[in-house]
């Protein structure tokens, strides 16, 4: 067997993939995941693939591979068809991702990806929580919060976002937070756990992991935030403190 005929065995078949992915969906339906919630997380684990598969592309367009024979040689007309090449791969990559989180978004909740006030769903229920634990703790201590009030709370939070927003709100999360690690540093240090600040009272979500959401939003969006926050009727009181902490000098 040659080369050829080697790499080409190590590669995943449609028919295979499709196996995989009808597996992964009954072990998921076993353990009590919606089927929908499943198919929303594996179709944005593909899209997610595809994406970054389209940034690696693009990163390496510009950098044709180094070779000694007349074929693989520096010159320009050759730099100018692997850059040309490249740049088309990654195009098509790019569209394939578009259209994979276009799929992702719309077996969600809403069939509307450009809907801001479409339902929440579970799957982005949980993402939000996935991606908000870590980045707390990096700053404070663990929730003292109850899970139905952190439920509605990250409710209001991503009912400012569209589906399509929300998919792509954990990047969202990380980028804030290390675009303003040190007033967050000190936020915390100054009304989180530990602090002399009591855990009941304005300055209570600083004790939660949903802080870090809610502090983001008031960042990006305050007007629409205050809005949900009000249909939602929590506590008027919790944003207040929230945007006091976020405003204080530092």
Same mark, same amino acid.
């Given at each position: 067997?040659?080369?050829?005929?080697?790499?080409?065995?190590?590669?995943?078949?449609?028919?295979?993939?499709?196996?995989?992915?009808?597996?992964?969906?009954?072990?998921?339906?076993?353990?009590?995941?919606?089927?929908?919630?499943?198919?929303?997380?594996?179709?944005?684990?593909?899209?997610?693939?595809?994406?970054?598969?389209?940034?690696?592309?693009?990163?390496?367009?510009?950098?044709?591979?180094?070779?000694?024979?007349?074929?693989?040689?520096?010159?320009?007309?050759?730099?100018?068809?692997?850059?040309?090449?490249?740049?088309?791969?990654?195009?098509?990559?790019?569209?394939?991702?578009?259209?994979?989180?276009?799929?992702?978004?719309?077996?969600?909740?809403?069939?509307?990806?450009?809907?801001?006030?479409?339902?929440?769903?579970?799957?982005?229920?949980?993402?939000?929580?996935? $991606?908000? %634990? @870590?980045?707390? #703790?990096?700053?404070?201590?663990?929730?003292?919060?109850? +899970?139905?009030?952190?439920?509605?709370? =990250?409710?209001?939070?991503?009912?400012?976002?569209?589906?399509?927003?929300?998919?792509?709100?954990?990047?969202?999360?990380?980028?804030?937070?290390?675009?303003?690690?040190?007033?967050?540093?000190?936020?915390?240090?100054?009304?989180?756990?530990?602090?002399?600040?009591?855990?009941?009272?304005?300055?209570?979500?600083?004790?939660?992991?949903?802080?870090?959401?809610?502090?983001?939003?008031? $960042?990006? %969006? @305050?007007?629409? #935030?205050?809005?949900?926050?009000?249909?939602?009727?929590? +506590?008027?009181?919790?944003?207040?403190? =929230?945007?006091?902490?976020?405003?204080?000098?530092?």
């Amino acid at each position: 067997m040659n080369t050829a005929d080697e790499g080409r065995q190590q590669q995943l078949d449609a028919a295979s993939v499709v196996n995989a992915k009808k597996t992964l969906l009954q072990l998921l339906a076993r353990a009590g995941v919606y089927t929908g919630d499943a198919e929303e997380l594996i179709g944005l684990v593909e899209a997610g693939a595809l994406s970054l598969a389209h940034a690696e592309l693009s990163g390496i367009r510009e950098n044709p591979p180094q070779g000694t024979g007349k074929e693989s040689g520096n010159g320009e007309e050759y730099a100018s068809g692997w850059a040309d090449g490249a740049r088309a791969a990654a195009d098509a990559l790019g569209v394939l991702s578009e259209q994979a989180l276009i799929r992702a978004v719309t077996a969600g909740p809403s069939s509307d990806a450009g809907d801001e006030h479409s339902p929440v769903g579970r799957a982005e229920m949980e993402r939000t929580k996935v $991606a908000v %634990t @870590p980045l707390y #703790l990096s700053f404070s201590d663990v929730s003292d919060l109850d +899970p139905e009030v952190t439920e509605q709370v =990250l409710g209001a939070v991503l009912r400012t976002m569209s589906p399509r927003q929300r998919a792509g709100y954990p990047g969202r999360l990380t980028e804030f937070t290390s675009a303003h690690h040190g007033h967050l540093e000190r936020l915390y240090a100054e009304y989180g756990p530990g602090s002399p600040i009591a855990v009941h009272g304005r300055y209570s979500l600083v004790h939660s992991p949903t802080s870090v959401a809610v502090l983001e939003r008031l $960042a990006a %969006t @305050p007007s629409a #935030l205050h809005e949900e926050w009000d249909a939602a009727e929590l +506590p008027p009181a919790w944003l207040d403190g =929230l945007t006091s902490a976020w405003g204080s000098p530092a």
